[in-house]
Every structure is written in structure tokens, then in C-alpha cells.
């Protein structure tokens, strides 16, 4: 069966320390992962796709990265804007998404 | 362009009602995916349509529970006979393709009284 486990599940930060996020996952075949932010009371926002092993995509402080297991999004000097929860979800071939649980981010002023 | 659009936001039933969520996707969009999403749980996915077509409903109850997504019109997620466990956020996603990233609309918040 498909799985996709994140963590932290929820991570403190100050404003301007950089982290990672981890997405580890197990799937036969994958053909992608993607990666989206949840604000509070909202549907989930499209961030990254990731297709093979070794791309990285950057989007301002964000970068996320593949490997053959996980995924990371990096943030870097983060703001208190980038508050919210991220969610990766993988693909396996001709399968629909599945969800990992999210980890929720805080970014302290 | 406009993002995929849900209604009502909000929904509130009594048990034993019917609730009707709509969900009109992203324009050049023709595939619609429904999912549950339950406080502090992730999204978890409940059926797959295209125009005229069920694809995969291998995650929505058995009973109860239905959609539909009409040549013309929205997608239409539709519960009968609510009961407590159903009141959640029920989020709409459409792409291009299987393969393709999902865009998400606002959501509906169900609330069974």
C-alpha cells in the first residue's frame, strides 16, 4: 500500500531560520510528487511537482528537492507569512494522489 | 482565469438531510477530484470523475454517498441521510490530466446538527 509520512509533524521557527521539511514515501512506480501549503480555512495551494530522483525546483524562500525515498522543502530565511501547513502527496502510476498528514510551520516575529 | 470555485462555503444539516456540495473546476479542466479533509487530519480522497464519467470512487463510502460530474454544469458531491461523522471540510480539485498537478478550490464546511 501506498504511504507518505511528514515531519516534523509542526515546527517553530524564528523569523530568518532556515529549515527543512521532510516528506518520506513509499510507492511503486511514482510519477510524481507534489508539494502544496494549507492556510487555516483554505484549500491547499499549489507549490512544486517533482518528477525523478535528483530535480529541484526553487519558488522565492522555498526549495524542494527529490530523492528515491523522500522529499525535502527547504525554507530559507523564512517570514511569518510562510505560516501555514505543508502537505506533500505522491503519485504512483495511473493511481491518484495520496496525502501525507502535513507539517505545520510556524514563523515566530 | 478563474480557480476552481465550490458552493456553498458553508453548509449547515440536520441528521437524517441531504447535503448537495458543488464544485465547478478550473476552466480547460475536465478532470474532478473530491476529498475529505477532517480537523487536524490530512486530505483523503474520495472519488474521481471526468465529464460524464465515475473514474474512481474507491474512496467514498458505499452508501450515502454519490457524485456525478454532468456534461453541462458543475460536479456535484451529494450525502444522504447525514449523520454527525459526515460534518468535515469537503475540498474540490481539478487538472488537466491524471498525471497533472491539482488545483483546489476554497472548500465546503459541513456541519451536521
Known amino acids: 500500500e501506498d504511504q507518505v509520512t511528514q515531519s516534523p509533524e509542526a515546527l517553530r521557527l524564528q523569523e530568518g531560520e532556515s529549515s527543512s521539511l521532510n516528506c518520506s514515501y513509499t510507492v511503486s512506480g511514482l510519477r510524481g510528487l507534489f508539494w502544496y501549503r494549507q492556510d487555516p480555512g483554505k484549500g491547499p495551494e499549489f507549490l512544486f511537482t517533482l518528477y525523478s530522483a535528483g530535480e529541484e525546483k526553487e519558488k522565492e524562500r522555498l526549495k524542494a528537492t527529490l530523492t528515491k525515498k523522500e522529499s525535502f522543502l527547504h525554507i530559507t530565511a523564512p517570514k511569518p507569512e510562510d505560516s501555514a501547513t505543508y502537505l506533500c502527496?505522491?503519485?504512483?502510476?495511473?493511481?491518484?494522489?495520496?496525502f501525507g498528514p502535513g507539517t505545520r510551520l510556524s514563523v515566530l516575529p | 482565469n478563474a480557480g476552481v470555485m465550490q458552493n456553498p462555503r458553508h453548509l449547515v444539516r440536520r441528521r437524517g438531510q441531504e447535503a448537495r456540495l458543488r464544485c465547478s473546476p478550473m476552466?480547460?479542466?475536465?478532470?474532478v477530484y473530491w476529498y475529505r479533509q477532517l480537523p487536524e487530519e490530512g486530505l483523503k480522497f474520495m472519488v474521481y470523475?471526468?465529464?460524464?464519467?465515475?473514474?474512481?470512487e474507491s474512496g467514498m463510502p458505499k452508501e450515502r454517498f454519490s457524485a456525478e460530474f454532468p456534461k453541462e454544469g458543475p460536479s456535484i458531491l451529494r450525502i444522504q441521510q447525514v449523520v454527525r461523522g459526515d460534518s468535515a471540510a469537503y475540498f474540490c480539485?481539478?487538472?488537466?490530466?491524471?498525471?497533472?498537478?491539482?488545483?483546489f478550490g476554497p472548500g465546503t464546511r459541513l456541519t451536521v446538527t
Open positions: 480539485a481539478s487538472s488537466r490530466g491524471l498525471s497533472y498537478e491539482q488545483y
Open positions: 470523475l471526468q465529464k460524464e464519467n465515475i473514474i474512481d
Open positions: 476552466k480547460g479542466h475536465s478532470h
Open positions: 502527496a505522491v503519485q504512483a502510476e495511473g493511481q491518484n494522489f495520496v
